[in-house]
């Protein structure tokens, strides 16, 4: 009776432990070949904000509320340089001061 208990506990925990590793395997596929990815935010309150998200060969620099999204502008990759992403982070808020 011990040895089944013991014996569907370690199947439980193959189960979990095959469930966790399915997952993070899954996670680093999807950043490594991911058509989209968040390149900077920069938050203006609670909840609101201006992101910049690479989409393909474009980055989308978009305003964000609890209610709405905004596309504010768009840059194709050879307009910006992203060597860092501080530049980029210089760059936005220039923009951003400009917007306001």
Same mark, same amino acid.
Do not use: C, W
């Given at each position: 009776?011990?040895?089944?208990?013991?014996?569907?506990?370690?199947?439980?925990?193959?189960? $979990? =432990?095959?469930?966790?590793?399915?997952?993070?395997? &899954?996670? @680093?596929?999807?950043?490594?070949?991911? !058509?989209?990815?968040?390149?900077?935010?920069?938050?203006?309150?609670?909840?609101?904000?201006?992101?910049?998200?690479?989409?393909?060969?474009?980055?989308? $620099? =978009?305003?964000?509320?609890?209610?709405?999204?905004? &596309?504010? @502008?768009?840059?194709?990759?050879?307009? !910006?340089?992203?060597?860092?992403?501080?530049?980029?982070?210089?760059?936005?808020?220039?923009?951003?001061?400009?917007?306001?």
């Amino acid at each position: 009776m011990t040895q089944t208990y013991i014996q569907m506990a370690a199947a439980l925990a193959f189960v $979990i =432990l095959l469930i966790f590793v399915t997952g993070f395997l &899954l996670k @680093k596929r999807q950043n490594k070949f991911g !058509l989209m990815s968040l390149v900077s935010y920069h938050p203006f309150g609670h909840k609101k904000g201006v992101a910049a998200l690479k989409i393909g060969s474009e980055i989308l $620099i =978009l305003g964000v509320t609890p209610n709405d999204m905004r &596309l504010l @502008k768009v840059f194709k990759d050879s307009e !910006l340089e992203l060597k860092e992403k501080e530049l980029f982070q210089n760059k936005l808020e220039r923009f951003v001061k400009i917007r306001q």
